[in-house]
């Protein structure tokens, strides 16, 4: 995208998120904790408001602006842009014991909401709005939405590095998977959730340790997995532990590394 397509994107982007129209009711939720959500329908309900307070946490009492996605059967998702990518903040799901709302944030554990009918009648979307428009001047929002190399970077590694730790815990053998992280591009690491591939040599070791005691002895000599992605995915032992290659389009990647690792 150009300079300028986007500067325009971002003037249309700005200019609908100024005109936009609430709904008249707005929908308070219990996190539990002190933690509340406040969600804001537009009065077309294809996007909304939304505000998490009472947590220490970077989005605490940010208004971003979602977009409502409707995956049918009264499911929907409100997906907003973080660090670059689009996130998925607030899910709403149906089953059989009637709706369910769930928040997720970065870097933390998901949220089961109830709805709070009291705050639910307290709460004014004009007062929501007003504060939405205040912080989008002072860039608040853009702020967060601009993709942060070296936030993702950390992030994954923190996710990886708990992968690890879990592994370790359930083989009695300290394992470490390392990523040449200057090898992937801003590209991927905005698209792909890398931990859920290269984590997955040792999620898979995991596995094979708590089913089969015996597995425990050979995972003693496989200390550090080296992961990188590639055309092909490829799997081999070298002096330092396994050399996993990974491809994001390869199919049954789990399957691939447990039989590797049972036949090895």
Known sequence: ???????????????????????????VFDAGKGISVTVAPSSDNTQALVQVSGINHPLDEVVLL???????????????TLNGSAYNMLVKRQGWGGERFQLYLPNTDGFELGFDETKSKEAKPATLLALYEQQKKKGLQDKLSRFDREQRVADFTQQLQQIDQDASKACGN?????????????????????PSF????????????????????QAEQLKTVQCSFEAQLKLRESDAGLVF???????????FINAFLRNR
């Open 1 to 27: 995208m150009t300079r300028l397509s986007l500067l325009l994107a971002t003037s249309l982007f700005t200019l609908n998120a100024s005109a936009l129209e609430l709904a008249k009711y707005p929908q």
């Open 245 to 255: 290659t990974t491809h994001e389009e390869a199919p049954n990647q789990g399957d």
């Open 66 to 80: 979602t977009t409502i996605k409707d995956r049918g059967n009264d499911d929907r998702d409100y997906t907003t």
């Open 198 to 217: 290269c984590g997955e040599v040792v999620r898979q070791m995991a596995s094979l340790c708590e089913s089969s005691p015996d597995f425990k002895t």
């Open 174 to 194: 300290s394992m470490t998977t390392q990523v040449e992280w200057s090898a992937i591009d801003d590209d991927k690491l905005k698209r792909l959730g890398v």
